[in-house]
């Protein structure tokens, strides 16, 4: 059984640089603060938050997809290979 080897891509330095990774920050950012803002929103606009909540979990719940976010900008600049090939 072949090892696999984790390695960071050429240029992960730039990787803030890529729209993909910018993205996902702020999607992440998004549904980290949601939950939080919400009340505060809920305060000015009572029939629009409601609404808004609707498509986004709750806070306890919001750490899922930020871990799944963070697992993907993760994925985005490693390199994963089997021990013999190049």
Not at 9 to 19: A, Y
Request: proline share 8%; with cysteine.
């Amino acid at each position: 059984m072949k090892k696999l080897k984790v390695e960071l891509v050429e240029d992960w330095r730039e990787c803030l640089r890529w729209s993909s990774m910018r993205l996902s920050a702020i999607l992440a950012a998004i549904y980290l603060t949601l939950p939080h803002i919400v009340p505060l929103l809920a305060d000015h606009w009572p029939d629009i938050a409601p609404w808004v909540m609707h498509f986004f979990p709750s806070a306890p719940a919001s750490i899922v997809p930020v871990i799944g976010v963070l697992l993907m900008m993760a994925a985005r600049i490693t390199n994963i290979r089997r021990g013999g090939d190049q």
